[in-house]
């Protein structure tokens, strides 16, 4: 049931993409063809995030009252539909449009929660972080695919680029049914907060620390994925293919950062915390020279955009996957996972506003040297569960 588990369930959260992924191939074709203005098409993103990180909150609760089956394949359909309705005619009016999204952010914040909780049920203790890391690849494949599939899409016409991926998000849905199965009644002896603790999970010291880490970590992260571009053709002067192709290397290099964090805190005993620290610190390092790194040339600024994919992903999948499954308990992994990932797409929404402004207003080098702070609070949240646990071992 293991093999059987994993592979639907990266199947459905790599799909989840296909119908959030699509819109920002769609943005130039409803700006040319239906006549949106820019900010139009910001307001839908900020609808969409906005909905989504609250939605985080709602879903992982509704994951441990109604189960992972159910949530997500009810996300993943109501998703398809809201994709599929953007090529009806009203879609092309601002108002409905921003509300299309909106809705698809809260849909779409069904999948973590889902399959963190499946995951927990039937993916064994032994190896976890070793095979959570290779399970967290469905997120920067499922990115890459959804991309793909609208641009090819679109080729053909604009609004395919919304149905295609709809009819095959539903597809999915469908299959992730027939396959997916919840296991009540599954714990892991281990799990450091018990279940009589559910109530007061998110009170959990541990738990804060890896949701403020997140926060930390998803704001650098969607910098780096959506602005990476725009710096290479703003300061170092990239053409603009160029740039594209050269941003890629953040996340193709990040799976290996995935892998590696996974295998190292395996052997290090189950170090998640550690290992994703001395990680952050790490990429603290990296954000602050990147300007200059940057500089020196095209093979210095891939070499230095893939560490920083490394040394991003890495930390990411590992609190927000098998840290999470070695805290918390099945019943409430849900309400967990829901909880971490809200609060790290706060930290999502925030990230186009500071980085804007303070690129603009301040420059691209104060911009790096400012996510770097934020990477190194991230860092050191990390440690304050260990640091509080050795005071008490001190003072008792």
């Known amino acids: 049931m293991f093999g059987r588990t994993f592979a639907i369930s990266w199947l459905a959260y790599a799909s989840y993409y296909l119908c959030r992924k699509n819109f920002s191939v769609l943005m130039p074709y409803l700006k040319s063809e239906a006549g949106l203005t820019s900010n139009d098409l910001a307001a839908a993103l900020f609808g969409y995030s906005v909905l989504y990180a609250l939605g985080q909150f709602l879903m992982g609760n509704l994951v441990d009252r109604l189960g992972a089956r159910w949530v ?186 995935a892998l590696t964090a996974g295998i190292v805190s395996e052997r290090l005993n189950r170090a998640r915390f550690s290992v994703a620290s001395v990680m952050m610190a790490v990429l603290a390092v990296l954000c602050f020279f990147y300007p200059a790194a940057s500089s020196l040339g095209l093979v210095s600024n891939l070499i230095w955009i893939g560490l920083i994919g490394f040394f991003t992903f890495g930390p990411d999948t590992l609190m927000a996957g098998p840290a999470l499954h070695d805290l918390v308990p099945t019943e409430a992994m ?38 770097a702070g934020v990477v190194l609070c991230g860092s050191a949240v990390l440690m304050t569960p260990f640091l509080l646990k050795k005071r008490k071992e001190v003072i008792v």
């Open 72 to 257: 997500a394949a009810f996300g993943m359909l109501a998703s398809a539909a809201l994709s599929f309705s953007m090529t009806l005619p009203l879609a092309t009016t601002a108002v409905i449009l921003i509300g299309i999204q909106a809705l698809n952010g809260l849909a779409q914040s069904s999948g973590w929660p889902s399959v963190l909780k499946l995951a927990k049920q039937w993916f064994p203790e032994t190896n976890r972080g070793v095979s959570m890391s290779w399970w967290s690849t469905h997120l920067v494949f499922g990115g890459l695919a959804g991309t793909w599939l609208a641009t090819r899409s679109a080729e053909a016409h604009w609004t395919l680029a919304a149905t295609i991926p709809a009819a095959v998000l539903t597809t999915v849905a469908l299959l992730y049914l027939a396959v997916a199965r919840d296991r009540p009644g599954q714990d892991d002896p281990d799990a450091s907060v018990l279940p009589r603790e559910k109530v007061r999970l998110q009170l959990s010291t541990p738990l804060v620390a890896i949701a403020a880490m997140y926060f930390c970590v998803k704001m650098a992260r969607y910098a780096f994925l959506f602005w990476l571009p725009l710096y290479m053709t703003e300061y170092l002067r990239y053409e603009k293919p160029l740039a594209g192709y050269a941003s890629s290397a953040f996340e193709f290099v990040g799976v290996l950062g």
């Open 334 to 371: 849900g309400s967990a996972g829901g909880f971490v990932n809200g609060v790290g797409s706060i930290g999502q929404v925030l990230s186009p506003f500071v980085v804007a402004q303070v690129s603009q207003h301040a420059g691209w080098e104060t911009l790096f040297a400012g996510l």
